[in-house]
């Protein structure tokens, strides 16, 4: 940004304009120019950016991207989302309360978020009263909301991987 910052100030300078006659020409406050100028782009807003680039006569565009929800770390955080989640409408629950075949009493969930495009696994042990889960946001395959008739092989295969990973760092306390 800092780049974007200095190639319009040299415009303006180039066209002998001082920041008052920006401002008037871009149709913004003084102090927005002031503030523009200091590198301060955070005070100003998205419009008043693209008005003094205008002005300058650059073709300034500006593109949006989505934000990336950050995932939970930790095995309390993991469960709290969910529990959230198996509650609400955006899940997708492709495996639930299903027995291993290895350990008798260990429950496996395998649940995927349909908004956030999380998958989440989970084995529990309820005479122990114990739970552990893992989550990515590289599911594989079909987006989660896409797998309307189950669970595809490469998510399959992911989940498989998450719970093979959280069998080995448990299994003492699963068993």
């Not at 429950?107 to 995927?112: A, H, R, S």
């Not at 079909?142 to 760092?169: C, H, P, R, Y």
Request: hydrophobic share 40%; aromatic share 6%.
């Amino acid at each position: 940004m800092a780049l974007l910052v200095d190639m319009l100030k040299r415009q303006r300078q180039r066209k002998r304009m001082t920041p008052a006659g920006l401002a008037r020409r871009a149709r913004v406050s003084l102090e927005t120019i002031q503030k523009f100028e200091a590198y301060q782009l955070n005070l100003i807003g998205l419009l008043d950016l693209l008005s003094i680039g205008t002005a300058l006569g650059s073709k300034l565009t500006v593109q949006l991207a989505p934000i990336k929800p950050e995932l939970p770390c930790g095995n309390t955080e993991i469960l709290r989302e969910f529990d959230r989640l198996v509650k609400s409408r955006k899940c997708n629950p492709f495996i639930r309360k299903s027995p291993d075949r290895d350990h008798k009493g260990v429950l496996w969930d395998i649940v995927g978020d349909k908004e956030r495009n999380w998958l989440f696994v989970v084995a529990s042990n309820p005479k122990k009263r114990v739970r552990f889960a893992a989550v990515t946001d590289q599911p594989g395959g079909w987006s989660i909301a896409g797998q309307v008739f189950g669970i595809d092989a490469e998510t399959n295969q992911v989940a498989d991987e998450l719970a093979e990973k959280l069998m080995k760092q448990h299994r003492d306390e699963l068993t």
